[in-house]
């Protein structure tokens, strides 16, 4: 999600985007690596936080977790079609705990690798049509 955002930023902004390191988003993964919440939003969090007044950065975070509360997850699916589930919550133990179940699948396996994956791009096209939408 990192580079999808700040990547760009960086490319096509250049400074101070192209000084923020996104490999330090790799701890984001597997919901802060305890199946807290999930890293895909805390990352939008932090996204939203250096774009955004604080207030409004506040204001779509809230819209982007009411969304993905109730989103059917994964939209994003380029490599395999996976069945998609509504996670109810922002925790990854309940986000990738409600697909597992409804699948079968386990933490390791190349679909739930996918789900994530597709997930995590969901979000970051989500929150750049609310920054677009806001900013509009």
Not at 82 to 88: I, M, Q, R, S
């Amino acid at each position: 999600m990192a580079e999808g955002f700040f990547g760009v930023l960086s490319q096509e902004v250049g400074y101070p985007f192209n000084q923020v390191p996104v490999a330090a988003f790799t701890n984001f993964g597997a919901g802060f690596q305890q199946a807290a919440l999930c890293g895909s939003v805390g990352a939008a969090a932090l996204c939203l936080g250096t774009v955004c007044e604080p207030d409004v950065a506040k204001k779509l975070l809230g819209e982007l977790e009411s969304w993905y509360k109730e989103a059917e997850l994964p939209i994003y699916q380029p490599d395999v079609k996976l069945e998609t589930t509504v996670a109810g919550s922002i925790l990854c133990a309940d986000s990738v705990g409600t697909f597992m179940e409804a699948t079968g699948t386990e933490m390791g396996s190349d679909e739930r690798k996918a789900r994530c994956a597709g997930v995590a791009a969901d979000v970051t096209r989500k929150m750049v049509e609310l920054l677009n939408e806001h900013y509009a």
